[in-house]
């Protein structure tokens, strides 16, 4: 990992402390197929493996060192195709379950995870003869402590801004009553150029919560049928087998449910001979809504109103 010693750098923050958060995290992750929120993995890490003196308190520009050092952690599992981030939900690999077994010592843990990611680091910096990470014979005594700027601290910041804009965006949702849910995504597909023939109103829908048409009479095939649902926890295979159930030969099926849904439903749906049906967990929701944001006219944008605000990308 990129040589960022600092004056304040504690002893213990070694290859073997960065290893213990390395494989906390990941040992956590593996518990959770699905993948976890950032501040849920740091939760359960810092019960795990708790915070040294140091690590509790703050930088002076503010920000927990703790929190920081668990993120900084993963910088070199992700490299190395272990851990996957993706729309502020990590997510254990199958070749991160397996350095996870494979490597039991935190300190031989980092060290493999060390040397993947200078392998990274060389072919996608092979023109800095400067950098020590392209250096492969270089082994540094102590993995850093992180400061408040540079490239790693840049990469940082852009995840802790990734992840409040997706936990306020979660927080908006999960507040919204499920009919006004509903409606929020009978937006979108007039957005994306679907004609709403009907939306079920509150009370019983015997299943189907919104149909829609490609053309404005609905006189051309397919029937896209929609089930819209705003729960926490994952829709099962049995669940989508109910759904699937209303669709006719003809129809199309989308099924969205802000809680996502579990890998055997994810199956059943990508291996359907006879029905189709297509799968929106919230990130694919937000995704879509972003997507077709300029689309939208201004009663819908209220539902979800959102802004962008650029970054500098950090390296990939």
């Excluded at 195709?81 to 077994?101: E, H, S, Y």
Aim: aromatic residues 8%; hydrophobic residues 40%; proline residues 7%.
């Amino acid at each position: 990992m990129a040589q960022l010693h600092t004056a304040t750098a504690e002893p213990n923050t070694s290859r073997r402390r960065i290893g213990d958060l390395q494989r906390a995290v990941c040992a956590e992750l593996a518990t959770a197929p699905e993948g976890l929120r950032a501040a849920e993995v740091i939760a359960r890490v810092e019960r795990r493996v708790p915070p040294t003196a140091y690590e509790q308190g703050e930088y002076a520009s503010g920000g927990r060192r703790y929190a920081t050092m668990v993120r900084f952690a993963t910088i070199g599992p992700v490299k190395a195709g272990w851990l996957v981030k993706d729309g502020g939900r990590w997510i254990l690999t199958d070749t991160g379950r397996d350095a996870l077994a494979a490597h039991p010592d935190p300190q031989d843990f980092f060290r493999r995870s060390d040397a993947l990611y200078r392998i990274w680091r060389r072919q996608t910096a092979v023109d800095d003869a400067t950098d020590p990470d392209n250096d492969p014979a270089a082994d540094a005594s102590a993995a850093p402590l992180p400061a408040p700027g540079g490239a790693v601290a840049a990469t940082i910041t852009f995840e802790q801004a990734q992840d409040q804009a997706w936990g306020e965006i979660e927080r908006h949702l999960g507040a919204m009553p499920p009919f006004d849910f509903q409606e929020l995504v009978a937006e979108l597909l007039r957005g994306m150029g679907y004609h709403i023939g009907w939306i079920a109103p509150p009370g019983k829908d015997g299943g189907v919560d919104i149909i829609a048409f490609t053309d404005p009479l609905g006189t051309q095939p397919p029937r896209i049928k929609v089930q819209v649902k705003r729960q926490q926890s994952r829709v099962d295979v049995q669940g989508l087998r109910s759904f699937l159930a209303v669709l006719a030969a003809d129809d199309v099926g989308i099924f969205v449910n802000a809680g996502g849904f579990t890998k055997d439903a994810q199956d059943e749906a990508r291996t359907q001979q006879n029905r189709r049906v297509t799968l929106i967990d919230l990130e694919r929701l937000v995704d879509l809504w972003t997507a077709h944001y300029p689309r939208l006219d201004e009663g819908a944008r209220r539902r979800l109103p959102l802004q962008p605000i650029y970054f500098l990308a950090p390296e990939s």
